[in-house]
């Protein structure tokens, strides 16, 4: 039986805005938005092909501090565009980590936390949007160095695309049960593959293979959390303070490439077989 | 895609600035701004073409009832209806008197 007590306390991460979700993680009144949307900062692209802008173009960024340390947060809105990261929305991700490693070389010890809610590039942007990717992948590569990178996938939406890539890249991971994380969408690898391989709208099965409680399983993510705003808060604060990773996944990539050698791939990937390639033995 | 403008009778500006809503599917974004003395300066961005009417009706409805803050109000709206404009506004409105 659920604890119906246990419910009725916890606040859900994952129905909140991107606004919300920055401020509910960070220290108590230290939020302080950059670029907020009375700027009117918006995408000068959607208009012109008839899509309703949004004043913040679906990213909030915000400086505030976690146990008092500098703190850079981005957070994608999922309800705006799926997410999309365009030209505007990418330039606040990848200016903000920017500043953030100017702060480490001036001794400021700033770290960033991305929430991630994310279809990947925005195609009405195009290469606007793939440009901004990039240029957010190095400011990880780059920031994590000095600090964490720590990035949250919360759900409905997921991880995907060119972001999917960036979440990889942070120096820690941290999931729900509601979230995804892949490189394509499932209606891309439907389309690619063929139904009887991906059948897009089988959601156990494709919760199955690019749930957080999957990605976990395998690895590929360092915590599997509830959705629960004071459990991510707490959680991001343990991963804040535990400093730089020895070494960042992304730097194991020879290991994972031998591991992906190895794995058969003319047999029907499962939840069970794709564990092994990353945990066990992957033959 | 439509872009809208109208104006209302309004008192003294408002003090604050106030934003609610997103723009997702059935919802919108509504951003409130002191504006000039005297006027209610709406700006409506709106993917439900053919729709001038129906909002005009909706803010008179609105503003008949009491006399609202000069502001300057910018709505990103996608495909919300009557009662979640109504609410987006009235949540804004809210926090301009209040915040």
């Known amino acids: ?283 | 895609m439509e872009t809208l403008s109208f104006e209302f009778p309004a008192g003294p500006p408002a003090r604050g600035r106030a934003m609610a809503g997103c723009v997702g599917s059935g919802d919108l974004e509504v951003l409130l701004e002191p504006g000039r003395a005297g006027t209610l300066a709406i700006r409506v961005i709106t993917s439900v073409n053919g729709s001038a009417q129906r909002w005009q009706n909706l803010f008179e409805r609105m503003f008949r009832e009491q006399t609202p803050p000069a502001l300057s109000i910018d709505i990103h709206d996608f495909g919300a209806t009557p009662g979640v404009v109504r609410l987006r506004l009235e949540q804004a409105l809210e926090e301009v008197a209040h915040g």
């Open chain 1, 1 to 283: 039986m659920a604890d119906t007590a246990a419910l009725l306390r916890s606040r859900s991460f994952v129905e909140l805005g991107a606004r919300q979700r920055a401020r509910a993680l960070l220290d108590a009144g230290s939020f302080r938005e950059l670029l907020d949307p009375f700027e009117r900062v918006e995408s000068p692209w959607l208009a012109r092909q008839g899509i309703v802008p949004q004043a913040d173009d679906g990213v909030v960024v915000a400086k505030g501090s976690l146990d008092g340390e500098p703190t850079v947060i981005a957070a994608i809105e999922g309800s705006f565009q799926g997410g999309s990261l365009g030209e505007v929305g990418g330039a606040k991700i990848a200016g903000a980590l920017e500043l953030a490693i100017e702060d480490n070389r001036q001794g400021i010890p700033t770290r960033a936390v991305l929430l991630l809610e994310t279809g990947g590039v925005r195609l009405q942007e195009a290469n606007l949007g793939l440009a901004a990717i990039a240029e957010i992948q190095a400011a990880i590569v780059e920031l994590r160095q000095f600090q964490p990178v720590i990035g949250v996938v919360a759900g409905p939406v997921g991880c995907f695309g060119g972001m999917s890539i960036a979440a990889g890249l942070c120096s820690y991971l941290l999931a729900t049960r509601e979230a995804r994380l892949g490189l394509n969408g499932p209606q891309v690898i439907e389309q690619e593959a063929g139904i009887e391989e991906y059948d897009s709208r089988d959601r156990p099965f494709i919760w199955s293979l690019t749930g957080g409680e999957q990605r976990f399983a395998s690895g590929l993510v360092d915590a599997y959390v509830a959705d629960d705003v004071e459990t991510i808060a707490a959680e991001v604060r343990r991963f804040s303070r535990l400093g730089r990773p020895d070494l960042e996944r992304s730097r194991r990539y020879a290991w994972y490439l031998e591991r992906l050698a190895r794995f058969d791939a003319s047999r029907q990937a499962n939840a069970e077989s794709v564990r092994r390639v990353y945990q066990g033995d992957p033959t």
